[in-house]
């Protein structure tokens, strides 16, 4: 059963949060792996028409019409700077859901769902530059894989900086 599958035909309970915990969904831009936690996907659609919105920063792609209800789009790739690239059909609209806002998130293709248990989520490297480490709420340990797991609020409503317009 694929996610949008499972989001379409089953309603979530509230038991469901506890069913949820450490899960991640795992995705990729350009060659890295990151990671959101699950409880904040609502869904996951193909690429679509995006109409653009005036005076947004640039990675704000403008906003889709979602079975009736408006929704900005960020591209990740242009939130955590780096080099815009033409989308594909792979490349796919992750829509989060936090306090009530509902955001679509472009990125390059969505690859799992991993469960990652707290004691292998490490805190993210202290780094010089540290602008786009703020996204950053771990590095998730699966297997020999190392993913960086992203903190969705932080994403959303963190516009401290680099919101050109």
């Not at 309603?11 to 350009?30: A, H, R, S, V």
């Not at 990675?59 to 955590?80: A, E, Q, S, T, W």
Request: with cysteine.
């Amino acid at each position: 059963m694929s996610l949008k599958e499972r989001w379409d035909d089953e309603p979530l309970e509230d038991d469901d949060e506890d069913t949820q915990e450490d899960k991640f969904l795992t995705f990729f831009l350009n060659r890295e792996e990151f990671g959101i936690e699950i409880r904040y996907v609502m869904e996951i659609i193909g690429i679509q028409n995006i109409t653009e919105v005036p005076d947004v920063p640039r990675y704000i792609k403008g906003v889709i019409n979602l079975r009736g209800k408006v929704i900005p789009v960020m591209d990740v790739r242009l939130r955590f700077e780096m080099e815009e690239r033409a989308y594909d059909d792979r490349t796919c609209i992750v829509v989060i859901c936090i306090d009530e806002q509902s955001v679509g998130l472009i990125v390059d293709r969505v690859s799992e769902v991993l469960d990652i248990p707290k004691g292998n989520i490490e805190p993210p490297p202290k780094g010089k530059r540290g602008e786009n480490s703020r996204f950053i709420q771990g590095m998730g340990k699966a297997g020999e894989q190392v993913i960086i797991l992203l903190n969705a609020n932080q994403l959303l409503f963190d516009f401290t900086q680099g919101d050109d317009h």
